[in-house]
Nanobody, 129 residues
Framework: QVQLVESGGGLVQAGGSLRLSCAAS????????MGWFRQAPGKAREFVAA?????????YYADSVKGRFTASRDNAKNTLYLQMSRLKPEDTAVYYC?????????????????????WGQGTLVTVSS
């Protein structure tokens, strides 16, 4: 089991930027596919971004964030990142990182919540208009 701790959330104006971090408590971080999901008030949790295991060479994004958000991983630091720019009020949500032991590189796998074994507690991002 991997413990995941997100940080970096906060209040930002529309058009601004934030970088979220997710620290993982494992020495085998590179063996996990990693994902970012979010849950807005009153809505279901949804896929945001995912990186395949090892180098994260395969990356996927929800259409709603493509071109604005960039996920990356630093395996030496056991940390996943989500750089968010040109933020919109509709990006307001609790953001969760998740880890999966499934060694898939396909978007249809990496965007499914059921793929992920471990989840962080979430960090709140609020975008004001």
């Amino acid at each position: 089991q991997v413990q995941l701790v997100e940080s970096g959330g906060g209040l930002v104006q529309a058009g601004g930027s934030l970088r979220l971090s997710c620290a993982a408590s494992t020495r085998t971080f590179s063996s996990y596919a990693m994902g970012w999901f979010r849950q807005a008030p009153g809505k279901a949790r949804e896929f945001v971004a995912a990186l395949s295991w090892k180098s994260g060479a395969n990356s996927y994004y929800a259409d709603s964030v493509k071109g604005r958000f960039t996920a990356s991983r630093d395996n030496a630091k056991n940390t996943l990142y989500l750089q968010m720019s040109r933020l919109k009020p509709e990006d307001t949500a609790v953001y969760y990182c998740a880890a999966s032991t499934v060694a898939s590189i396909f978007k249809e796998d990496l965007e499914r919540m059921s793929m992920y074994d471990d989840w962080g507690q979430g960090t709140l991002v609020t975008v004001s208009s």
